[in-house]
């Protein structure tokens, strides 16, 4: 498995694979074509489907450093290696081609280009099963939190301690907008006026958790700096979690840091056996993946065992499995804004339900992440970040290429 810093990263929303990924491709090719006097970028499947509306074109401009950007839209060709794939062509003054690049993005922002393995590129970790984490903690009788600290080095807690601030500003900056998300299709931000409306809803004492991961959500659909937790759809869920807790807790800084570490090792665990790409295998790698980090970091900082942490991520898992991606008119808004917000109250409730045994359970989080990978295999293409089917299709003015909010 890779280090925590290549799942956790800060950057622009509205999509880590629609926008973080394109934008740091452009980026690394043109630092490598510095003669390139503009570049034409041919999307593929669902970077072309959903591009515009999930920014595409405005990152790669971002990441061409002044250079005009041509872009072709072919949502009808899926490249064999990834539905997430871009070509890109240097092209000199005279339009000739210079050179050319066919890259991929994989999920939460990282980049691999054809012929490279599209798995983790770094092998931090000595464990990539869930059992096998077990069985370190065990064996050592010490906490996930330690086996992280034990392959990172100490650097990482400096590094956990920006990612929280990062995740921390982006509640904050949520909370303090309002108005209309763009992309046309009407959606409010209603992160602040549902909070000042707090205890209104009879029965419902978790207004606060629900409302931190709308601000998180809506941040990243306005295009605002949030953290991929794992992605930037599922953005809020993580957040929400681990603030909501801490402050009903009383939590310190070093057991939230803590919580935050066994949350990124659930995600790398995911991303390592399954995916965490919307586009690959549906929803349940993005929200449902965030659920179970955050239900692990939930579990974490209310001091369940290492198996019952375990227990709390497969619940966060099992309950998301086949759960489709179908963002309407290929914008980060609807269902992902407030399935964010949904996606807290069930990881906290995994986490709860979780502390209630022992740890010992049927189902293996290891078993469950399989079952996502070979869910998300079944899925079809319409399910898979295109915009083509499920609520999209019911909801959404039908996808244009390459630009489905018009
Ligand atoms: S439906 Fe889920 S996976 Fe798809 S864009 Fe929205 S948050 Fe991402």
Known sequence: ?????????????????HSLGPRAAMTAFCARHPEAAAVEVVLYGSLAATGRGHGTDRALEAGADGRPVRIRWRPDVSLPAHPNGMRFIARDAADGEVAAWTAYSVGG????????????RTS??????????????RATGRGIP?????????????????????????????????????????????????????????????????????????????????????TCGGAGVLPAVLRHIAEEHRCDD?????????????????????????????????VGTACAMAAAAAAELLGASPAQIECAAEIGIEHHLGM??????????????????VGAL?????????????GSHRVSFDQAVEAMRRTGADLGEG????????????????????????
């Not at 179908?326 to 917000?341: K, W």
């Open 1 to 17: 498995m890779e280090s925590l810093t290549e799942l956790y990263r800060i950057g622009n929303g509205p999509s880590s694979s």
């Open 146 to 230: 330690d086996w992280v600290e034990e392959r990172e080095g100490a650097g990482i807690w400096d590094f956990l301690t920006g990612i929280r601030a990062a995740m921390d500003a982006a509640i904050d900056r949520g909370l303090a907008a309002s108005g209309e998300l763009p992309g046309g299709l009407g959606v409010r931000r209603r992160a602040a006026s549902h909070l000042a409306g707090e205890g209104k809803v009879p029965l419902w004492r978790r207004t606060t958790l629900a409302v931190y991961a709308l601000a998180v959500s809506e941040e990243n659909a306005a295009g605002g700096v949030v953290v991929t937790a794992p």
């Open 346 to 358: 069930r990881a906290v409730d995994a986490a709860a339900l979780a502390m209630l045994g022992d």
């Open 324 to 341: 489709t991606c179908d963002p309407v008119a290929g914008l980060v808004q609807i269902p992902c804004i407030e399935r964010n917000a």
């Open 383 to 406: 399910y898979r970040e295109t915009s083509r089917a499920g609520l999209a299709a019911i909801v959404g003015p039908p996808p244009e290429p390459g630009n489905a909010c018009g």
């Open 109 to 120: 922002g990282a980049i691999r280009g054809e012929g490279e393995s599209l798995g983790p």
């Open 124 to 137: 931090v970790y000595d464990r990539s099963t869930f059992a096998g984490i077990l069985g370190w903690c």
């Open 254 to 286: 070093r057991a939230v840091l803590r919580a935050l570490a066994t949350a990124g090792v659930v995600g790398n665990l995911v991303k390592t056996n399954a995916s965490i790409s919307g586009a690959a295998i549906g929803c349940q790698g993005e």
